[in-house]
């Protein structure tokens, strides 16, 4: 097999794993907590479980997606509360879970809502698995090994010597 294909294979393959793992952690935490983000029951619905549903169990759920992708997985841990998130959703409207006494199923426009908010936590704990793979954040790395590019142009331009022109006879 040729060794780009086979590459591109690993990385789909581990973008599929690091998304299922998302999807895992992200299911059981929201099982842990007891919270529906789909339903709406007045403003008591809003609570501390509700809150740790949005926010800390995607945050938690990006983190190993990072970690197992490499970099670039702060863009795939948006997906993981996008899927269990639609799939929740679906199975309430299409009446497979019922909705409990005194809620209501969210329209969808704040249903999208609530989701985006989740994605974006979730993809600040893929920052976070990114930061905790490179060891570092920002400019001023600690290890430039990751850093190739700039190691290579600052030896391509120390070997460079200038071209001393000798002048032509048109110029004499």
């Known amino acids: 097999m040729n060794p780009k294909i086979k590459s591109r294979l690993l990385d789909v393959t581990m973008g599929f794993v690091a998304i299922a793992v998302g999807v895992i952690i992200n299911a059981f935490g929201n099982h842990w907590t007891g919270a529906h983000l789909e339903f709406f ?3 008591q619905s ?3 479980s509700w809150a740790a549903t949005l926010f800390f169990v995607p945050f938690v759920a990006g983190i190993p997606v990072a970690l197992l992708y490499g970099f670039g997985g702060k863009l795939l841990a948006m997906l993981p509360p996008l899927i269990l998130g639609g799939y929740n959703y679906w199975q309430v409207y299409s009446g497979n879970v019922p909705v409990p006494e005194g809620h209501i199923l ?3 426009i704040y249903w999208i809502l609530v989701v985006v908010v989740a994605m974006e ?3 600040a704990g893929g920052l976070v698995g990114e930061v905790i793979i490179k060891r570092t954040y920002g400019r001023s790395p600690k290890n430039q090994e990751h850093l190739i590019h ?4 600052d ?8 071209v001393v022109r000798e002048s032509s006879e048109v110029e004499r």
């Not at 030896?155 to 200038?162: G, L, Q």
């Open 41 to 43: 029951g007045g403003i």
């Open 155 to 162: 030896h391509v331009e120390n070997d460079v010597t200038p």
């Open 106 to 108: 969210l329209p969808f």
């Open 46 to 48: 809003f609570d501390y």
């Open 150 to 153: 700039k190691h290579r142009r």
């Open 121 to 123: 936590f979730c993809a």
